[in-house]
């Protein structure tokens, strides 16, 4: 018998006046020109990449600080003329505590791991700081 991987489920409502909120609750994203859908694929891609770094660092007894930017460009696509996003880049920079035997499998597997990355057509291309050097 075959067993079924997990799956996970995720909600938003969008009301009348366009904020959006989580069925785990919090507070609403309001509708406002600074925040536009695509500004929030690039959070949550952001934030997705920082979640999977601190998954995989946990199971190792690694602490994981720090922040990401993420930018993205907006255009037709060559293969089908849509409107996408073309071309991501993710700039990471994070303290490892302590610092693991091996900082590029961690991180390929926080880059793997990330599912939003993981859903983009255009795949994201990363620049990671671990603990002040870039990893080139």
Same mark, same amino acid.
């Given at each position: 018998?075959?067993?079924?991987? %997990?799956?996970?489920?995720?909600?938003?409502?969008?009301?009348?006046?366009?904020?959006?909120?989580?069925?785990?609750? =919090?507070?609403?994203?309001?509708?406002?020109?600074?925040?536009?859908?695509?500004?929030? !694929?690039?959070?949550?891609?952001?934030?997705?990449? /920082?979640?999977?770094?601190?998954?995989?660092?946990?199971?190792? =007894?690694?602490?994981?600080?720090?922040?990401?930017?993420? %930018?993205?460009?907006?255009?037709?696509?060559?293969?089908? =003329?849509?409107?996408?996003?073309?071309?991501? %880049?993710?700039?990471?920079? !994070?303290?490892? *505590?302590?610092?693991?035997?091996?900082?590029?499998?961690?991180?390929?597997?926080? *880059?793997?791991?990330?599912?939003?990355?993981?859903?983009?057509?255009? %795949?994201?291309?990363?620049?990671?700081?671990?603990?002040?050097?870039? /990893?080139?």
């Amino acid at each position: 018998m075959a067993t079924r991987a %997990k799956s996970f489920s995720y909600a938003v409502s969008v009301d009348r006046d366009g904020a959006a909120t989580s069925e785990r609750g =919090g507070s609403p994203i309001p509708a406002e020109e600074a925040w536009t859908p695509e500004h929030l !694929v690039l959070a949550g891609l952001a934030r997705c990449t /920082l979640t999977s770094l601190r998954y995989h660092a946990d199971r190792d =007894g690694i602490a994981v600080t720090g922040g990401a930017d993420a %930018k993205g460009e907006v255009a037709p696509r060559d293969t089908d =003329g849509r409107y996408a996003f073309i071309r991501i %880049k993710v700039a990471l920079d !994070v303290t490892l *505590e302590p610092t693991p035997p091996s900082v590029r499998e961690l991180v390929a597997k926080a *880059e793997r791991d990330c599912f939003v990355g993981a859903s983009l057509t255009a %795949k994201p291309r990363y620049r990671w700081i671990v603990n002040g050097e870039e /990893l080139g």
